[in-house]
């Protein structure tokens, strides 16, 4: 018997053993995989089985789908640590572009939170752009549950496991609206504010929707807990209200071990320890965020290339520029008609970044679209840019790269998102009450609570800013990420909120302004010219 044919026997004993059927192409796979690792068979298949151990697998026959993720994030993880090996405690430029994973939103895994279960599902199937009703609907009750599931871990709002005297003292569970009917004493209920009537806000939830509150709080669509009483009237009174309360994002993964929320992959408890370690060592990794850059305005040009020769002439040039929209001055939308000049523009952009070939070599780009870019629609979340208008710009940099709007970013184990959207003005105007000023009167610090609490990017009504149905997960926050950059035209900010680092690089056509953030140490530079 030759030794592929042992190999091979091998490999469908152990994977009998953990209970697994193989499907031909993921056998082949498993095979490949293995015989990169002459002498440590054993080893490399051991640590392929434990990595499909943690995958949400959605059965144990398994085909080539799964197995070949989780190859391709062993091998990504060896090549990280080999480039580290090879360059030493510095690592390189070309050791850090291996880390820096980009993830499109269109690309993230959706996940369905069963309540009877109390489990998360990975969605099977087609997710087609156009949903039908029903869609709609599981957006806000999906909503709703993600944070639902959230709040009823909390020791505040979980009912206690044993009935006693002072079981009641400092608890606050949260009952049905459809269970108030009747009731007398304070309750707390959470739900989602709907205007179900022009000038009249409602409190829903998963059971009913025919309980008045007093008029509004915060914004329609955002989901509350709030403490009252039903009066005679059958009208909910509200004493206080706010948003669900965060769950540390350690606790949320050591809940959801198996799920890929961030589309990143699941790492090894092994692997995640290793990857951390680099992390660590990558000091000298800067990432440049611009946003909002006019191609079309010559005086805008002329700063950015004032920003790349800075650059350039840096011992260590940046790992990454991120570049966010808008990219021209006018909205490209119906009434323009200057796609060919605007193709050309980018073309020049390429040009300047060509001139500096050590950030041509080391640096990569990332290309971010802005609400106002070119796009099928304004809908969120926007695909990239049009092939068309890059097309010239890739001739100069071949390893530009192109996402989606928002989108996301693995640096080794961190998770950073990225949001290009006027966010601040929009929520403001569309808040139902003026914010409470007792902790901060600063409109960025409560956009970022805001979003935060929500868990999701966006908690605007849907007629203000609208959403694919079944694409809203890609606007999901959960569990919360490391870094969350809202490229916005307002005022350059940056706040740290329950350790989760947040900043606006602010317009660089307005005032050119723009961030240098270090992952390593998560320090947020604001930077001006």
């Known amino acids: 018997m030759n030794s592929g044919t042992m190999i091979r026997k091998k490999v469908q004993r152990k994977c009998k053993i953990r209970g697994y059927t193989l499907k031909v192409e993921a056998l082949d796979e498993m095979l490949s995989f293995v015989n990169r690792f002459q002498g440590a068979e054993d080893d490399a298949l051991d640590l392929l089985l434990d990595q499909l151990d943690h995958d949400s697998l959605k059965s144990s026959i398994i085909d080539r789908e799964p197995v070949h993720r989780v190859v391709t994030l062993l091998l990504e993880a060896e090549a990280a640590s080999n480039a580290f090996d090879d360059e030493g405690p510095g690592p390189s430029p070309d050791?850090?572009?291996?880390?820096?994973?980009?993830?499109?939103?269109?690309?993230?895994?959706?996940?369905?939170?069963?309540?009877?279960?109390?489990?998360?599902?990975?969605?099977?199937?087609?997710?087609?752009?156009?949903?039908?009703?029903?869609?709609k609907a599981a957006l806000y009750r999906d909503r709703f549950l993600l944070l639902f599931q959230r709040l009823a871990r909390d020791q505040h709002f979980s009912k206690p496991a044993f009935e006693t005297e002072m079981s009641h003292v400092g608890s606050c569970e949260i009952s049905p609206i459809q269970s108030l009917v009747g009731q007398t004493g304070r309750r707390w209920v959470m739900g989602v504010i709907s205007q179900l009537e022009d000038g009249h806000f409602y409190l829903e939830d998963l059971t009913a929707s025919e309980y008045k509150i007093t008029t509004g709080f915060f914004s329609e669509n955002t989901i509350v807990v709030a403490e009252g009483e039903m009066l005679l009237e059958g009208i909910f009174q509200v004493i206080t209200c706010?948003?669900?309360?965060?769950?540390?994002?350690?606790?949320?993964?050591?809940?959801?071990?198996?799920?890929?929320?961030?589309?990143?992959?699941?790492?090894?408890?092994?692997?995640?320890?290793?990857?951390?370690?680099?992390?660590?060592?990558?000091?000298?990794?800067?990432?440049?965020?611009?946003?909002?850059?006019?191609?079309?305005?010559?005086?805008?040009?002329?700063?950015?290339?004032?920003?790349?020769?800075?650059?350039?002439?840096?011992?260590?040039?940046?790992?990454?520029?991120?570049?966010?929209?808008?990219?021209?001055?006018?909205?490209?939308?119906?009434?323009f008609h200057s796609f060919s000049t605007l193709r050309s523009q980018f073309g020049k952009l390429g040009q300047l970044i060509a001139a500096h070939p050590r950030l041509k070599e080391h640096s990569r780009f990332l290309f971010i679209p802005g609400p106002d870019d070119a796009g099928p629609s304004t809908v969120l979340p926007r695909c990239a840019l049009p092939k068309y208008l890059t097309e010239e710009l890739q001739k100069h940099i071949p390893n530009a790269i192109f996402s989606s709007n928002p989108c996301r970013i693995k640096f080794y184990t961190q998770e950073i998102v990225f949001f290009r959207q006027d966010l601040l003005y929009r929520m403001r105007r569309s808040c139902l009450m003026p914010p409470s000023m007792e902790e901060t009167t600063d409109p960025f610090q409560h956009l970022v609570a805001t979003i935060t609490h929500q868990s999701h990017l966006c908690p605007l009504p849907l007629v203000v800013q609208p959403i694919i149905w079944n694409y809203d997960h890609c606007l999901y926050l959960y569990p919360t990420p490391h870094t969350i950059v809202l490229g916005d035209r307002s005022e350059q900010k940056a706040f740290k909120y329950t350790g989760i680092t947040c900043f606006n690089p602010g317009s660089f056509s307005n005032d050119y302004t723009f961030v240098a953030y270090r992952p390593c140490t998560q320090e947020v530079e604001l930077s001006a010219l």
């Open 95 to 135: 050791s850090s572009s291996s880390a820096i994973r980009v993830i499109d939103s269109f690309l993230i895994p959706k996940l369905h939170y069963d309540p009877i279960k109390k489990i998360f599902h990975e969605h099977t199937g087609s997710l087609p752009t156009h949903g039908d009703a029903s869609a």
């Open 242 to 335: 706010g948003f669900p309360p965060l769950e540390d994002r350690d606790k949320s993964l050591k809940l959801l071990a198996g799920h890929d929320f961030f589309g990143g992959g699941i790492s090894t408890k092994e692997e995640t320890l290793r990857l951390a370690e680099l992390e660590k060592r990558a000091v000298n990794d800067m990432f440049v965020i611009v946003s909002d850059i006019w191609l079309d305005n010559e005086e805008v040009m002329g700063k950015l290339e004032i920003v790349l020769n800075g650059f350039e002439s840096v011992e260590v040039v940046p790992s990454l520029f991120v570049f966010m929209g808008n990219f021209c001055s006018h909205p490209c939308n119906l009434s």
